[in-house]
Each structure stands twice: as structure tokens, then as C-alpha cells.
């Protein structure tokens, strides 16, 4: 009995999971859910800056394909990071590429090298040849993310058949949002991993895991993105042992949120 509009409306409120959902009742609620009102709701405010940064021009003919376009990840800023939006959610995504992080000796090809890969969304990923000093950071600003979102921060890696010394000691893991600072170590490994994460005196146990993009991945932490802007920095480090070490891939540090 309610008008379209109205029901449009009401669907805006919900999520874009849930507006998918509601068009297979019927062919109102089809309608009323593929309505551009509905799904300029689930975009991101700052949409129209997002469309201007990508490397390649989207196409499409409604709010609602330019969800789906952007739910498919897309390749911003120069290549150097990809955006996404969460599917069920409409909740912003970030991955910052390793040339957007901070590698220490990165430009000196005595210690990384960087290579093409076909299986990784950047153009250039760095390879450890050989450190004694690996010391890895980045950092975002929370505007950039979804207001009132727990976030999770994830180093995306890999370690190659002929890694050495990466595990003989664990790497410290530092996440810092303001004035707090959360840590943990991590043994960078294949298979099951250990980690222990000290936050305000409480441990857990974790593990370096594997993705289903075929990449592996460290969390270096969690934090919340509220309603003001703060600087998050995250590193991974280990400059304590003093041996050579080598075979570490990075891609980046992902950011997305976490349920």
C-alpha cells in the first residue's frame, strides 16, 4: 500500500545487504531497493573525490552499479592504493601499497628489490634480499575511513621458499592512536604462526594467516575511527637480533572493518 518513494526511503535506512535482500520479495520492493535514493545512502559522502582519483574511469548507469563498482575494489591515487567498499555494509576499505608505506634501506637494492607480480593488485611489490634491520610503518588518517567503524589493520605478505631468519625472533607489532599505543610480537612464519597482542595487560593468542587472495597476513592491530580526524601510524619491526635476515614479500597494509 505505501507509495514507492516511501518505501525507498524506508530500504535507505537499512544496509546494502538488506536492500538486496528485500528486492526478491516482490517486484515493488525490486523497484523501490534499485532506486538511486536508496543507494546513494550506502555510498561514501566523499564519493565524487573517490571517481576523481581512479586510474581507470568507472562505468555506470545507477547509484546502485556504482555500489557494485566500488564494492569490486578500485585502483586510486596514482596505483598506489586500492578502495573498496564492504558489500554487506557499504563500509570503507583501504589498501596502502608498499610504496605508500614507510620501508627503512627500500631505495638501496643491496637490501629490497622491487618486482612486478602478477597475482598483486600494485604494480611493484618490495622483496627483502637482505637485512639485519627490518622496520616497517605506515599510517592513515581516520577521516578517510567510516565514521564510528572498528578497524583492523593488516599487513598483506608473503614469505618465500628460501626466507631465512625472519622466525629466529619475534617481530614487535606497534599500533598508535594518539596517545594510545598497543603492541604485540609476531614470529613471521608459514603455516600456524604465535602472537601475543599486550593491550591495557591483556594477551591472545594469534597467528600469521593466510588469505583467500592467495597472500598472507599479519594483524598489526585494531582501532576505532570515530567522529574526529586522528593520525593511526602501525609498524612491524624487528631490529633486536642483529642477524641477517631475508625472503619477506610486502604488498601493503589493508584496512578494513572488523565484525
Known amino acids: ?31 523501490a531497493s534499485d532506486s538511486d535514493l536508496v543507494w ?5 559522502s566523499d564519493y565524487a573525490e573517490i571517481l576523481s582519483n581512479s586510474v581507470t574511469p568507472l562505468m555506470f548507469c545507477s547509484k546502485k552499479e556504482l555500489f557494485q563498482c566500488l564494492s569490486d575494489s ?26 605508500e ?28 634480499r637482505t637485512t639485519d634491520w627490518l622496520e616497517i610503518g605506515g599510517k592513515i588518517r581516520t577521516k578517510m575511513l567510516t565514521p564510528n567503524t572498528t578497524y583492523g589493520a593488516y599487513l598483506i605478505m608473503k614469505i618465500s ?6 622466525d629466529l625472533m619475534a617481530s614487535e607489532i606497534t599500533l598508535e592512536v ?34 583467500e587472495d592467495g597472500w598472507m597476513e ?9 567522529e574526529k580526524d586522528e593520525q593511526v ?6 631490529v633486536k637480533g642483529c642477524h641477517l635476515k631475508g625472503g619477506l614479500l610486502i604488498e601493503g597494509i589493508e584496512f578494513r572493518p572488523k565484525h
Not at 599505543?181 to 593466510?210: D, I
Not at 599479519?218 to 570515530?226: A, M, P, Q, R
Open 40 to 44: 546513494e545512502r550506502f555510498l561514501p
Open 101 to 128: 608505506l614507510s620501508i627503512t634501506w627500500s631505495s638501496n637494492p643491496l637490501y629490497w628489490s622491487w618486482i612486478s607480480m602478477a597475482e598483486s593488485r600494485f604494480c611493484r611489490v618490495a622483496v627483502l
Open 1 to 31: 500500500m505505501l507509495p514507492e518513494d516511501c518505501l525507498s526511503i524506508i530500504l535507505s535506512f537499512t544496509s546494502p545487504e538488506d536492500a538486496l535482500r528485500a528486492s526478491l520479495v516482490s517486484s515493488c520492493f525490486r523497484l
Open 74 to 99: 578500485v585502483l586510486i591515487d596514482g596505483g598506489n592504493k586500492v578502495f573498496k567498499l564492504e558489500k554487506s555494509s557499504g563500509k570503507k576499505c583501504y589498501i596502502l601499497s608498499a610504496k
Open 178 to 211: 594518539g596517545n594510545q599505543v598497543c603492541s604485540s610480537n609476531v614470529f613471521l612464519k608459514h603455516g600456524e604462526g604465535s602472537k601475543e597482542m599486550g593491550n591495557l595487560g591483556h594477551k591472545k593468542e594469534g597467528s600469521v594467516r593466510e588469505r
Open 161 to 166: 621458499e628460501r626466507a631465512y631468519g625472519l
Open 233 to 238: 601510524k602501525m609498524s612491524l619491526m624487528e
Open 218 to 226: 599479519v594483524e598489526l592491530g585494531e582501532f576505532y575511527s570515530g
